[in-house]
């Protein structure tokens, strides 16, 4: 796709091969930063990651209408932009994670190794299981907001953890705030029904060239985002595929278990740190 909007990375590490993590649904690149940043090494000479804010967050530009697809062009055409001659390591956690795969399937010259972070190659029928979220963040009243505290008072969510996970996209925005995150896009899509397209997944096995490269599936063993009934679909996508199942972690395994997704990313990684040297 041409004319693929240029998104916003942050950068780690200084040279060794090169890794992209791409977040999930209300997420920014900077949620692994603390992977990152175990990646690139303590002399930051083992990985050169970039954490990529996905269109319709963080501060990347907006869509108009959601596309898989066009995600996975933005990432391409980013991702080419920073390096245009060596091919990357991709982590794509949930949305990122559907992303990633979408970008390997397409643009196989670019990706050198997959991780895939506790999401499947299929549909997940609705978004409404975030409406309540896309609400409460619609509904915070940005123009009497005082301060941070003064909107985390407001916000009416009971976990802590997923307040402040949702509120990282309030910003100020000159003598106000605004959302990061493309609320009205998200809303549209979970008042969508069956209809969901970030729920769902476009590709058919039998329609795309397999992926060839290497590939770990991470799965959470406290989430139901990843079945056993998933395993032929993704080895039809993904030949290479061999799943790590993090115990005690919920879909959000890298926050979860920063340890293991740490050293399962360092041994991943490590065939192409040592061709480096």
């Known amino acids: 796709m041409t004319g693929a909007p240029r998104l916003h990375t942050l950068s780690v590490g200084r040279s060794g091969p090169r890794v992209a993590f791409l977040h999930g649904l209300f997420g920014q690149g900077r949620n692994w930063t603390q992977i990152a940043k175990a990646l690139a090494g303590p002399d930051g000479n083992d990985a050169r990651c970039a954490l990529v804010d996905l269109p319709d967050h963080g501060r990347s530009p907006w869509s108009k209408e959601f596309s898989l697809e066009a995600y996975a062009e933005a990432v391409a055409g980013t991702l080419r932009a920073v390096d245009p001659a060596e091919p990357w390591v991709v982590v794509g956690h949930s949305l990122g994670g559907k992303t990633a795969m979408m970008l390997a399937l397409e643009h196989p010259e670019l990706v050198s190794r997959l991780c895939v972070v506790d999401v499947a190659p299929k549909s997940y029928g609705t978004l409404e299981r975030f409406s309540g979220y896309i609400q409460e963040m619609q509904d915070l009243p940005l123009d009497q907001l005082s301060s941070r505290a003064d909107a985390e008072a407001r916000f009416d969510e009971p976990n802590a953890g997923v307040k402040a996970f949702l509120l990282q996209n309030l910003r100020r925005h000159g003598d106000g705030w605004r959302w990061q995150a493309n609320l009205d896009l998200f809303a549209a899509d979970a008042a969508s029904g069956s209809d969901s397209r970030i729920a769902d ?57 920063p340890e293991v997704m740490a050293q399962a990313l360092r041994r991943f990684v490590a065939p192409l740190a040592s061709e480096a040297r």
């Open 201 to 257: 997944w476009p590709l058919d096995p039998e329609d795309v060239t397999p992926y060839g490269g290497p590939v770990l599936w991470v799965a959470g063993s406290d989430s139901a985002y990843i079945g056993d009934e998933d395993l032929p679909t993704m080895r039809r996508f993904f030949p290479k595929v061999r799943l790590l199942t993090v115990k005690g972690a919920t879909h959000w395994v890298h926050t979860d278990a």
